[in-house]
C-alpha cells in the first residue's frame, strides 16, 4: 500500500507556471509506475502524464506535449510535474496516481493508488 499527497495547486494566469509535487510513503516509491491525471468541472477525467518506475519512460497527453514535464526524485519519493504555459483549460484536479506494474500509463485502469488531488485554476 502507498498513500499519495499532492501539493503545489493554486490559482495561475494564463502563461504562468506551477510545479506539482506528489509525495509517496508506504511501500517502495521506486516499485510503482507514476501518473498524474486531472479533470475538470462538468467533464470525464483525463490523462496528463506518466513517468516510469526508473523515469526511463515518460508519456504526456497531446494537450499538454512541450508545456508540462514530469519526473520523480525516487530519494525523495516524490513525483513532480511542471507546468508552463498554462491556459485556462488547464483548470482542474490534478491527481497522482501510482501503479503498481511500474510503466506508468495513459489510461486511469492500472492506477491501484490515488492521492486525493490538488486544485489548478487558470485565469484568462
Known amino acids: 500500500q502507498v498513500q499519495l499527497v499532492e501539493s503545489g495547486g493554486g490559482l495561475v494566469q494564463a502563461g504562468g507556471s506551477l510545479r506539482l509535487s506528489c509525495a509517496a510513503s508506504?511501500?517502495?516509491?521506486?516499485?510503482?509506475?507514476m501518473g498524474w491525471l486531472r479533470q475538470a468541472p462538468g467533464k470525464e477525467g483525463e490523462f496528463v502524464a506518466a513517468?516510469?518506475?526508473?523515469?526511463?519512460?515518460?508519456l504526456y497527453a497531446d494537450s499538454v506535449k512541450g508545456r508540462f514535464t514530469i519526473s520523480r526524485d525516487n530519494a525523495k519519493n516524490t513525483v513532480y510535474l511542471q507546468m508552463n504555459s498554462l491556459k485556462p483549460e488547464d483548470t482542474a484536479v490534478y491527481y497522482c496516481?501510482?501503479?503498481?506494474w511500474g510503466y506508468g500509463s495513459t489510461s486511469a485502469e492500472p492506477y491501484e493508488h490515488w492521492g486525493q488531488g490538488t486544485q489548478v485554476i487558470v485565469s484568462s
Open positions: 513517468i516510469s518506475k526508473s523515469a526511463v519512460n515518460t
Open positions: 496516481a501510482a501503479d503498481q
Open positions: 508506504g511501500r517502495p516509491f521506486s516499485f510503482y509506475g
